[in-house]
């Protein structure tokens, strides 16, 4: 998809996501020495830029940023293409995640270039650990009722689910332009395990969704509080990378050991 798709009102309005995050109880991620490069990785029902609030922020701060175009058919190819963007990096990266993209940082996040590890509302599964499973210990996220599958088994999220449950607190205009990018997904990832879980070796951030709709918010808190994840909470949809782009950038940026904006 063209990352300009969401340019013009989303760009604008971004200036406008204001707020500040209130810190959870959490412990104390080691700030690693500062870095220069930032790989975004997307979720499910998305593309590449579901980040383009945050990057000019983040490029604003002087860091080099890529967002990987995750194929979204399998953990493995998605996998695939976090490792051929991280070998592109010319050193320390920090590498961020938002919704089902937290499967595949942990998984790719063993690269020696990965400083930290950035978790957005993100599944955070332990190697080997049944993610759908995990989530059955919670109440059900209301977006999954939403999910249809076509005859040839790729998945995506029905309108209505997507702009009320999905992307919630994205004014009516902008949750239905991210859903005309809505990217399928293949149903070989409801199955998917991870073999690494890279957040046992590297540094980790957390953004909790307080509002969110797709993964249950205390889901969230609980693998924040496994990973022992520096957390933030922020009163958002799933899609606080859009909602509150300031914010989600201000803790990239921390896990970077750069000042916040």
Not at 29 to 45: I, M, R
Not at 174 to 179: L, R, S
């Amino acid at each position: 998809m063209n990352f300009r798709l969401f340019s013009g009102a989303l760009v604008i309005l971004s200036i406008m996501s204001t707020g500040n995050a209130a810190w959870a109880q959490s412990s104390p991620a080691t700030h690693p020495a500062p870095v220069t490069n930032v790989v975004l990785v997307h979720g499910l029902y998305a593309d590449g830029s579901s980040w383009e609030k945050v990057i000019p922020l983040l490029q604003a701060a002087g860091l080099h940023v890529t967002s990987v175009q995750n194929p979204t058919t399998s953990l493995d190819a998605d996998v695939d293409a976090v490792k051929r963007a991280l070998a592109q990096q010319d050193g320390p990266t920090v590498l961020v995640a938002h919704s089902y993209g937290g499967m595949v940082i942990s998984q790719a996040g063993d690269d020696p270039k990965v400083t930290g590890l950035v978790y957005i509302a993100a599944r955070a599964p332990e190697a080997g650990e049944d993610y759908p499973a995990l989530t059955h210990k919670f109440p059900a996220a209301p977006a999954a009722a939403g999910l249809q599958w076509s005859s040839d088994g790729y998945g995506k999220l029905s309108e209505s689910a997507f702009v009320k449950d999905f992307a919630g607190d994205l004014p009516a205009a902008q949750a239905q332009a991210y859903y005309a990018v809505q990217q399928p997904m293949g149903k070989a990832i409801t199955s998917a395990k991870t073999t690494i879980a890279a957040w046992h070796d590297k540094p980790t951030w957390y953004a909790v969704s307080t509002e969110d709709r797709t993964i249950n918010p205390d889901l969230e808190r609980f693998m924040a509080n496994r990973m022992k994840a520096h957390t933030v909470d922020i009163a958002s949809s799933h899609v606080s990378l859009l909602s509150h782009p300031e914010e989600v950038a201000n803790l990239i940026l921390t896990a970077a050991g750069r000042p916040a904006q």
